[in-house]
T-cell receptor, first 115, second 113 residues
């Protein structure tokens, strides 16, 4: 079963707008939540990550919001640019048992930013 | 400072042949992971290895697939008697520890004719 559920599947945003991608998880053993960016023909690259001891983390135009009680986290891209057009994956991993050392990925969101 | 190196980048095999995918982790990284990505899908975990040890192979099909990470040399993902359903992008990632950041290679794209 899909351990991390991601939505929307695709997203079209005007240049300068805000892109929002949401993820939800069930396994309470997860304690590390990264976001990856992938361009066509390339491997995923870590964009930003958060641990559950904080509710928000910001790096430049990228912000992760984390709601531990709801088991949800989201990526916000402020002032979206055409160069941000890529596929974004949320993921989760933990420190115990089957969650240790492996990432569970969402199915991805294809973001297109129109100029 | 080379990243995770994977080769070949593209591989074409006919049904029934063998495919060997190689991965050299980043310098100083002893943890290697293999993931498979099908079109329009996220990455699915296959196997987690440390030098000479398979730590977790729960995501790998029981038959035809095997992985190793020898003391010397790259990690190898081996697929025997390939079938069309094996066509996918296979990504290798490495980290310094089991809880460290994963760095991905650019992938090996396998096409089975």
């Amino acid at each position: 079963q899909q351990q991390v559920k991601q939505s929307p599947q695709s997203l079209i945003v005007q240049k300068g707008g805000i892109s929002i991608i949401n993820c939800a998880y069930e396994n309470t053993a997860f304690d590390y939540f990264p976001w990856y960016q992938q361009f066509p023909g390339k491997g995923p690259a870590l964009l930003i990550a958060i641990r559950p001891d904080v509710s928000e983390k910001k790096e430049g135009r990228f912000t992760i919001s984390f709601n531990k009680s709801a088991k949800q986290f989201s990526l916000h891209i402020m002032d979206s640019q055409p160069g941000d057009s890529a596929t974004y994956f949320c993921a989760a991993s933990g420190m115990m048992g089957s969650t240790l050392g492996r990432l569970y990925f969402g199915r991805g969101t294809q973001l297109t930013v129109w100029p | 400072n080379a990243g995770v190196m994977q080769n070949p980048r593209h591989l074409v095999r006919r049904r029934g042949q063998e495919a060997r995918l190689r991965c050299s982790p980043m310098k100083g990284h002893s943890h290697v992971y293999w993931y498979r990505q099908l079109p329009e899908e996220g990455l699915k975990f296959m196997v987690y290895l440390q030098k000479e040890n398979i730590i977790d192979e729960s995501g790998m099909p029981k038959e035809r697939f095997s992985a190793e990470f020898p003391k010397e040399g790259p990690s190898i993902l081996r697929i025997q008697q390939v079938v069309r359903g094996d066509s996918a992008a296979y990504f290798c990632a490495s980290s310094q520890s089991s809880t460290g950041e994963l760095f991905f290679g650019e992938g090996s794209r396998l096409t089975v004719l």
